[in-house]
Nanobody, 126 residues
Framework: QVQLVESGGGLVQAGGSLRLSCAAS????????MGWFRQAPGNEREFAAA????????YYADSVKGRFTISRNNAKNTVYLQMNSLKPEDTAVYYC???????????????????WGQGTQVTVSS
């Protein structure tokens, strides 16, 4: 089992950058596929990015591709989401998620992840 705590959200102007962090508890962090999802007001939670257990592969939603970068540091039990060129439509609560999986496939659906953080608010002003 793993517990997740996000940080790094805040208010930023359009075109700016933010770096989100997600710290995980436990000693088996490198056994988990990690993902970032986001949920804007009135919308369903949507996939943003995922990274395999060893950081060897990353996957992005089309809406963030080229602007966001997911990475992880297994020695620190932490996954990151670097967000550049932010747009007002990126405004959402961002959630970190984990799935115990050490393969190379990636998962993009909410129900495919067993563990979730509490979320961190990102607001992009125009």
């Amino acid at each position: 089992q793993v517990q997740l705590v996000e940080s790094g959200g805040g208010l930023v102007q359009a075109g700016g950058s933010l770096r989100l962090s997600c710290a995980a508890s436990g000693r088996t962090f490198n056994s988990y596929l990690m993902g970032w999802f986001r949920q804007a007001p009135g919308n369903e939670r949507e996939f943003a990015a995922a990274i395999t257990w060893n950081g060897g592969s990353t996957y992005y939603a089309d809406s963030v591709k080229g602007r966001f970068t997911i990475s992880r540091n297994n020695a620190k039990n932490t996954v990151y989401l670097q967000m550049n060129s932010l747009k007002p439509e990126d405004t959402a609560v961002y959630y970190c998620a984990a799935r115990r999986y050490s393969g190379t496939y990636y998962y993009t659906r909410e129900y495919e992840y067993a563990y979730w953080g509490q979320g961190t608010q990102v607001t992009v002003s125009s």
